[in-house]
Each structure stands twice: as C-alpha cells, then as structure tokens.
C-alpha cells in the first residue's frame, strides 16, 4: 500500500444508548492531519448458519425486517451473547430458530456488512448431519422455515428475491462447497485481528 | 407462506439525529398483538459499481474504515443523494473516487446488508468501457485504487482477505458474468416494492 489510509482517535463518547442500538461519535484525525467525527453502531456480531441435508437441499427461514417492511428470506442466524463462543453460539440459535442439531460443524468465513458506520461482523458456518427437533424461539421472535436446493437459491438471488446479504453469501458458498471448488476445512474463525491470506 | 408474520407500526419518533447517523425509534404490534419497540438506522441506499475492463480484471479501492480500524478491499460505492437517479449516482461515484467514466451500465442487483437495524439498500452496477481520467475525492476521502483479476479476488474471498459484503457478492456475480452464466441484462434497477420473481 502506498498512501497511509489510517484514521486516528483523539477521544469519543456513546452519543446514543437505545433499547438496541448503541451509537459510538469519536472525534479522529484524518490521515491529511484534519479533524473530523465517525459515528458508528457497536454491534457484539452475530452467527449465520447454513444448514446443508444429506441430499443437499438448505434449510431457510422467512422473517418480517422491520426497517424494510418486509418478509426476507435468510439462513438462520443469531446475536453473539457476550463471551459466547462463536460455534457454541451458532449451535444454540440453529435449534432455537429451527429445532434442528447438527453433528458436522465447519467455519466458513467472517463477513463486515456495514462497515462505513457499524463495526458488526459475521460469522457463516456450514451445519451438516442435521436430525429435526423442537424449535424454541424467543419471546417475539417470529419465523417459520422451509427447505430449497442451491439452484433454486442461486435463482432467487439473481432474479431478485433474496437480497440479504448473509443469505446471498452463504448461497453462493454453498454452491462452491457442493461442486468440491472450496473445502470447508478450517474448524474455528480466523483471527478477527488479522486479514492475511495464509499464502 | 403460512404465518402471518408482519410486524404493524403504532407511532414513533427520531430518536438520535447525529452529524451521520439518524435512529428511528417506532412502537409496534408483533403478530400475536403484543408490543415491542424498533429502533433502526434510516439510511438514504447506496451504489456500489464494478468496473470491469477489457481484459477482465477488475478496479478496486483500498480504503480505511473506523469502525472497524482497519483498511478494507471495497468496490467503488457511495451514499445516493436525496431525490437522485440511482445510475446517475453510479456515474458520479466512480468518476469522484477513481476517474474512470464507462460507456457500458448495466443493473445487476439490490442487496440488503443489515435488515435487522437500517433500512439501507445497495444497488449494484456493472462499468464497463472504461476510460481513465483524474479523480476528484470529497474533503475527507482517502483512498487508493488497484486493478486484480476475478480469480485472485475469489481467492481473496475465500482466504478471508476480502470481507465487505458488496465486495464479496460483486466478485461473485463477476464470475456469473464472465463465465457467461448469468447475463446482466437489465438496465434500470428492479422495483424497490416488490421481491416477485418474473415466473
């Protein structure tokens, strides 16, 4: 990299303490040595699960999104809870959203959805040998699932249905995992710290 | 769909109006009729265009993002002004951060990045006949610009060096595209209202 791109704090407060969201203003310095604020959501993360059968169908939800009026389709996902380990964390929303365990767990990839002002992150796992049960979904929580195959998902994503972003990611992983062009190999998320491509 | 999951509003208010950020904070009624609060980001949409030369490779931006102290590889993007045309905005965004005009729009996608708590919308460009010419980047903007092929970029994807999410699903339908198995064929974005697939 040529130019120094970086932004530097000075000092910063919660200039917004909701009921959900928590607004962080820093004041920083630009890498030209000006002034200027970054208002941004802290958000703790969240899991995102693709749950993949035997005969390669995908188990989905349809939810209502408040902010866009809206029923959305998307793979299950989920708050992280403090402390919570990413993987303990996705077992837990699978079941509570879905009633579905899984006896086969692999971390995909960590994906920033908002990245100009939320420091949110998810974290996409492939859930496999899934056995049903019952589904125990938080008070005011409604959804309800349904199963698709990868070409009928890639579909909705290029004529327009699904457009959430967890879910047209996760799809386009999955098309990559079924056709043996991407493993699913690493067991735990990469380091959160680091970007570095392992080559 | 079976359940009636649509979440009805009672009243609300602005509940944070910041330097950049504005919450709306509604009172609503969650299908079995009991209350709950919403509180999200109104957000004005953005686009994101993928310029892609002659010779398939691909410009990006290397650009510093605070919320997550980090530099990110991103595909040019920026906010919509109020009451802007959504292509024209395209258009604007790249010549500002790169320079570059194109003689060759295509629409490709929306896509929702965070349905929980904003109501933003990216709409996705394909820029293709590029021309270089010199950038003219708002007061406060650093960035640096970079040329990578569709190959490389997926790499970057799966090895985790790639982590916004309209960079990740724009290096996808790059793919789609230069594989010629998905054809941007329309011209104007789809209908904001509506999620019905043509068939």
């Given at each position: ?19 959900f ?15 200027t ?13 693709l ?13 209502f ?39 086969n767990w ?12 939320s ?81």
């Amino acid at each position: 990299m040529g130019m120094d791109l970086k932004e530097t704090r000075i000092d910063g407060e919660v200039a917004f303490d909701g009921r959900f969201l928590k607004v962080t203003r820093d004041r920083i310095t630009l890498p030209d040595g000006a002034e200027t604020f970054r208002e941004f959501i802290r958000h703790p993360g969240a899991v995102v699960i693709l749950p993949l059968f035997d005969d390669n169908s995908v188990l989905l939800e349809r939810q209502f999104r408040y902010p866009l009026d809206k029923v959305f389709i998307e793979y299950p996902a989920g708050k992280i809870d403090q402390g919570e380990d990413h993987l303990a964390c996705a077992k837990r929303e699978l079941q509570e959203e879905t009633g579905y365990t899984a006896s086969n767990w692999d971390f995909l990839c960590t994906i920033h959805n908002a990245i100009a002002y939320s420091d949110e992150h998810l974290e996409l796992y492939l859930a496999r040998g899934l056995t049903a049960g019952p589904a125990r979904l938080d008070d005011g929580e409604f959804l309800e699932t349904f199963r698709a195959t990868v070409p009928e998902l890639l579909e909705m994503v290029s004529s327009g249905q699904i457009t959430d972003v967890k879910t047209v990611i996760g799809t386009f992983w999955l098309e990559k995992i079924i056709a043996g062009n991407w493993a699913p190999g690493k067991t735990c998320p990469a380091p959160v710290t680091t970007a570095q491509s392992p080559s």
